[in-house]
Nanobody, 115 residues
Framework: QVQLVESGGGLVQAGGSLRLSCASS????????MGWYRQAPGKQRELVAS???????NYADSVKGRFTISGDNAKNTVYLEMSSLKPEDTAVYYC?????????WGQGTQVTVSP
């Protein structure tokens, strides 16, 4: 089982930046994909960005060019650098790990972007 702990959320003005971190522990062997998802009030959870064990990244169209996902294997941590933030980026952001067909989730961190 994989344990995930997110941090770095907060309140920021539109146009600002934040960096989210996701620290992982537990059975990290065979994790194939790490990802960041978000869920705004009244909306479904959606994929924001993902990174495979081989380093291939994928982004939602709405964040391309503004967000960057990266990983630090030595620290077992995945990051989401967010810039040019917009009010519509406001949501709870969740870290996720896919390992042997099972997806683990963190507890989420709130990101609020004010106009």
């Amino acid at each position: 089982q994989v344990q995930l702990v997110e941090s770095g959320g907060g309140l920021v003005q539109a146009g600002g930046s934040l960096r989210l971190s996701c620290a992982s522990s537990g059975s990290l062997f065979s994790i194939s994909v790490m990802g960041w998802y978000r869920q705004a009030p009244g909306k479904q959870r959606e994929l924001v960005a993902s990174i495979t064990s081989g380093g291939t990244t994928n982004y939602a169209d709405s964040v391309k060019g503004r967000f960057t996902i990266s990983g630090d294997n030595a620290k077992n941590t995945v990051y989401l650098e967010m810039s040019s933030l917009k009010p519509e980026d406001t949501a709870v952001y969740y870290c996720s790990a896919l390992r042997l067909g099972f997806r683990s989730w963190g507890q989420g961190t709130q990101v609020t972007v004010s106009p």
